[in-house]
């Protein structure tokens, strides 16, 4: 399901389905990437620094709050990429996300590792994890804990988060007899960020509500598109240079009982070819600095790119 939601989406009815062992080794086939010969951001670092500045200064003067501008990295390679191989090393160095790959209409592929669950169903019970407010993973310890506490520590990055688990919040309350939101976020890890991390959990009032019924209830949070959710949309088509498509719309599965689990399709690229299209998002405040969300959003395309064995 796209991030705009008037775009048509794409339900799969298979055939057949497996259940693997999530602990299960992952084969990386033999074949190397193909060499890179060429790459292309959308917009690029000047670009994507004035988009920040018009939208600080479009909180300024309306009712927006917060807006999620992001980055398309194309990267052109010599010959046509395997995707199986480049699978196998996302998962190989993202054990915990949730992983993912899905055909395409134009015979391509959507590929990725999203560490944010939007939705997950089993009986009356629910669960929501959202992100928002995230840091740099170093490679020394003592400069990890650091980036690690000054997140936790950081007014800017609560705030942003804040808006998300409200507005999540007030979406969920209606259809839940029970909901537990915690009063503060905590911190988890991916191999390259640290995220400010509110696991949501709660009871439906009517079990019958199935799992994509809830995902379409929240899609697209404020975790990546703003607050108040249609005006930050409309702030996003009018300076962002390209359409997300796919990128922070959903993914997941649904089964026949209603059950189901619906993760954001963050972290991921599309494959056709020679062609491999990456994408990643930051979330601004009147409070962000045009240089900082630059290089948070050069961070968030590190997964993708190491998966392509390429360096930020």
């Known amino acids: 399901i796209p991030f705009d939601v008037s775009e048509p989406s794409c339900l799969y009815i298979p055939y057949n389905y497996e259940w693997n062992l999530k602990d299960a080794e ?5 074949s190397a990437m193909p060499a890179l010969v060429g790459q292309n951001s959308l917009p690029d670092e000047s670009g994507f620094k004035r988009a920040v500045e018009h939208a600080i200064v479009n909180f300024r003067h309306s009712e927006v709050r917060k807006a999620v501008l992001s980055v398309m990295r194309e990267l052109t390679f010599a010959s046509e990429v395997n995707v199986e191989r480049l699978l196998a090393s ?6 915990e996300g949730y ?3 899905i055909p395409l209409p134009d015979g391509g592929d959507l590929i990725g590792v999203s560490p944010e669950l939007l939705i997950r169903k089993q009986g009356e019970n629910i669960i929501s994890n959202p992100l928002a407010g995230s840091a740099k993973r170093m490679v020394d310890p003592a400069a990890d804990k650091a980036n690690a506490d000054r997140l936790s520590a950081s007014e800017k990055d609560h705030y ?3 808006l998300v688990i409200e507005d999540i919040r007030s979406l969920l309350s209606p259809v839940c007899a029970e909901l537990d939101v915690p009063e503060k976020p905590s911190l988890i890890n991916t191999a390259a960020l640290w995220h400010l991390s509110t696991r949501i959990e709660g009871r439906l009032a009517d079990p019958e509500t199935n ?5 379409c209830l929240l899609h697209p949070t404020p975790a990546v598109c703003g607050f108040p959710t249609e005006r930050a949309h409309r702030l996003i088509r009018f300076v962002e240079p390209f359409e997300r498509g ?4 959903m993914v997941g599965w649904t089964d026949s009982e209603g059950n189901g689990e619906w993760v954001v399709t963050i ?3 599309t494959v056709q070819r020679e062609t491999v299209r990456l994408f990643a998002g930051a979330g601004i405040v009147e409070a962000s600095e045009p240089e900082s969300e630059w290089a948070e959003v050069q961070t968030k395309l590190k997964t993708m790119l190491n998966a392509c064995g390429l360096s930020a």
Request: glycine share 6%.
């Open 26 to 30: 992952p084969i990386v086939a033999d």
């Open 90 to 95: 996302l998962a190989k160095q993202n054990r």
């Open 211 to 215: 799992a994509l019924q809830l995902a």
């Open 99 to 101: 992983q993912f790959r």
């Open 160 to 162: 942003e988060h804040s």
């Open 246 to 249: 796919l990128f922070t719309g």
């Open 267 to 269: 972290r991921c690229g």
